[in-house]
Every structure is written in C-alpha cells, then in structure tokens.
C-alpha cells in the first residue's frame, strides 16, 4: 500500500492523462470535445472557391440525382433546390468528428434558417434512423433530419464522415470539405453572406 502511495506521488501527472487518455478513446462525446477544441482554432477549414467562369450543365446541376426524405417520408428532390444556396453535411451519430463539429452546424442553422435563399440538407448515414434521431433529440439540436432515399451522386459524398457541400445558387459546388471543421465562425458567415447575394 505505502508503495503505490509512492508511486502515485511520483507518476500521478502520468497516471492522471492515462485516464484521461482511456477516457477519450472510449467516450464519443470526450473524443468530440476534444475534436471541437482543434476545430475552434480553424486550421482545419477551407474556404469558398470562386465560381467557375465556364460551366457546363454537369457542373451547373451538381445535385442534380440527389434524392432524400426527411422524417415523414417527404421526398425531397433538386428542383426543390434550384436557386439556392444549399448547404449540405453528411453525418452519422456514431462518428465522432459528426459529433465534435454539430453544434456549429447548429449555429449556422440557426444563423439562416429563416432565409429563403437557403436550404440545409443535414443527410444521416447512419445504418438504421433510431440513433441519428436519438442523438439529436439528445442533444437538442434541431436541424432537419434527413436520409438518402436513392444513391447519392459520387461528387457530393464519396464515403468521407463528415463531408459538407455547399452550392451556389447555380448549383455549383463551392465547397467540398472531407472532415471536421467549425462552420460558426464570423468569417463563414461572411461567405455564406456573398453567396446568398449572388444572382441565379
């Protein structure tokens, strides 16, 4: 007993972060929180592209097969997307970079939701709906909460979690971001703000 006392003394800093080293491996929400810190700092986000000067109709209409339904079972289809600016996250509930990186998609929403030039289309991947509706009822977060009902077209998602996309009101991609990233901070606002006054 008097040895591990003496050990305790000696290793507790090391014995203290191996705790919490285990508990961030096993804890989807510790491993996010830790995730959230690095996203804050920014390093990890990407800007906005500018539009292409010449497009052709594959690139103007990049959600164009892109079909989901939301939790009544609604379709919801690309023309309902036309002239918008569409803001688009692929998660799952069991991912924990989804995880670290939802309360700032939370406050994006929050930011636009009532804009009628924009849509969010928040896509759960999750195997069945139960834990993605779970988590956000948990959480309290109120995005829209959609599934595919089709495939997704492979330049929107390519099997990254999270990805986002963000289209222009041309449909044109001008964001494709695989990973973690914080999209509640003033400088993206800014942009999404660029895009929203963009003509058609």
């Not at 996250?89 to 406050?107: G, I």
């Not at 896509?123 to 956000?136: E, H, I």
């Not at 996309?165 to 044109?172: F, P, T």
Request: charged share 25%; net charge positive.
């Amino acid at each position: 007993m008097e040895n591990r006392k003496i050990w305790l003394r000696k290793n507790g800093s090391t014995a203290v972060l191996t705790v919490l080293f285990i508990i961030i491996l096993v804890n989807k929400d510790a491993k996010a929180w830790l995730m959230r810190q690095v996203a804050s700092t920014g390093i990890l986000n990407s800007s906005m592209s500018e539009p292409k000067e010449t497009r052709n109709n594959a690139a103007k209409v990049s959600y164009a097969g892109l079909m989901l339904k939301n939790e009544d079972g609604t379709i919801i289809d690309g023309s309902a997307l036309q002239n918008k600016v569409v803001f688009i996250n692929f998660w799952a509930s069991w991912c924990p970079p989804c995880r670290a990186e939802f309360p700032s998609v939370q406050k994006l929403y929050d930011q636009y939701k009532n804009n009628p030039d924009m849509v969010f289309l928040t896509v759960n991947l999750d195997d069945t709906p139960a834990p993605g509706k779970s988590y956000l009822k948990e959480k309290g977060f109120t995005v829209p909460f959609l599934t595919p009902a089709g495939n997704i077209p492979d330049v929107l998602y390519s099997g990254s979690l999270p990805t986002t996309v963000i289209l222009d009101k041309k449909g044109e991609i001008r964001l494709h971001h695989k990973g973690l990233a914080d999209y509640s901070k003033d400088s993206f606002y800014k942009q999404i703000d660029e895009l929203l006054k963009e003509n058609p």
